[in-house]
């Protein structure tokens, strides 16, 4: 719940809705039990014990990078689905990537997360879960996010929006606006609303194509909103906000990463205040498709910047675990079956 969900939820308890704002507060200083709030009464204390819960999930793996510091999680869901989050260190300092879904039903060919179609939606809770049983195993604390995990964020805009305002309430994580990243494969009626409600939170677009018959071919969403009106809308948003896009672009060998698609790339990009992201592939076996040696994914991004637009290498964390996107997910359900 946010803050004034929770005063509400007090309220209705017959407490005064100050008790939220207490609620709330001792939650995020990491409060598990209601029990445990010793500020409120007790017979509230044992209302809200009886009635509530603090933190849904339960941690089923954890690995562990030895070489960076990178931990993958496996979280089960009280109905018994999983979803995954990963940890990372920055130089910058600490940065989590959280699922908003469980499962996807974007249809993306080259991604873990849809092979099995959408569970469900998660709740803002449980999204906010995923920070919090970080935080508790790694002793530390996280101040940037990423909503790239598995799910489309724009496919459960109301539990996202939520989980933004209660991660950025000051009583509440505190994060800012401007440390959190939403990537979107191209809901594009969602980006205008997007940058009404968020206009501090840096938006990330999944583009991985320069053409639309290319990526109609790998994103099935292209094929209702096309690649033009996908990038007028993202010029349109940067225009309003102020603020540079990053487009996404996983390289796919043979499929998106010759020079011929940098140039339609540039040509497509050209005079958007943005970034590009260079992605080589994570190889998901059940896919088919085949990654480029990080040597090409620098020569891809040398031909885009030659024609002016900004771009970089993902720098790979955690090669030594279960690599990213649904992956560990998805391992667990194959050794399920
Ligand atoms: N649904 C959202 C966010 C989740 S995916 C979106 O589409 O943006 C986060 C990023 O990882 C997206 O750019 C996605 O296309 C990319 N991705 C998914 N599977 C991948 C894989 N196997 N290798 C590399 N990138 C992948």
Not at 259 to 274: Q, Y
């Amino acid at each position: 719940m946010t803050q004034p969900e929770l005063k509400e939820y007090l309220k209705s308890l017959g407490a005064p809705a100050f008790r939220g704002a207490q609620v709330f507060e001792w939650i995020y200083k990491g409060k598990t039990d209601f029990r445990d709030i010793t500020v409120l009464p007790e017979v509230l204390r044992e209302k809200l014990a009886e009635n509530a819960a603090i933190g849904t999930l339960k941690t089923l793996v954890v690995q562990k990078s030895r070489t960076d510091g990178t931990r993958k999680y496996l979280f089960e869901l009280a109905d018994g689905n999983t979803i995954e989050s990963v940890f990372m260190k920055y130089k910058f300092g600490n940065s989590i990537c959280v699922s908003s879904q469980a499962g996807c039903r974007m249809g993306c060919a080259f991604c873990a997360s849809t092979r099995n179609g959408l569970a469900r939606d998660l709740t803002a809770g449980e999204i906010v879960s995923q920070i919090l049983e970080a935080e508790a195993d790694t002793g530390e604390r996280i101040g940037h996010i990423v909503i790239m995990g598995s799910g489309e964020p724009f496919d459960n805009y109301e539990n996202v929006s939520r989980f933004l305002r209660i991660v950025n309430d000051p009583k509440g994580l505190n994060i800012g606006m401007r440390n959190i990243t939403v990537s979107t494969c191209g809901l594009v009626p969602m980006i205008p609303r997007f940058a009404e409600d968020f206009g501090q939170v840096n938006l990330a677009i999944s583009l991985h194509a320069p053409n639309d018959e290319i990526r109609s071919s790998m994103m099935p969403v292209n094929r209702k909103w096309g690649i033009r009106e996908l990038v007028e809308t993202c010029r349109a948003y940067a225009e309003k906000t102020g603020r540079r896009v990053t487009f996404e672009y996983t390289l796919v060998s043979g499929v998106n990463d010759s020079d011929a698609h940098a140039a339609e790339l540039a040509a497509l990009l050209r005079g958007l205040l943005c970034h590009v992201n260079l992605i080589p592939l994570n190889k998901v076996s059940e896919t088919g498709l085949d990654t480029v040696p990080r040597a090409r994914a620098e020569e891809f991004r040398q031909l885009l910047e030659k024609r002016g637009i900004p771009a970089t290498v993902r720098r790979e964390l955690g090669a030594d675990i279960d690599a990213a996107c649904g992956q560990l997910r998805l391992n667990a359900a194959r050794k399920k079956a």
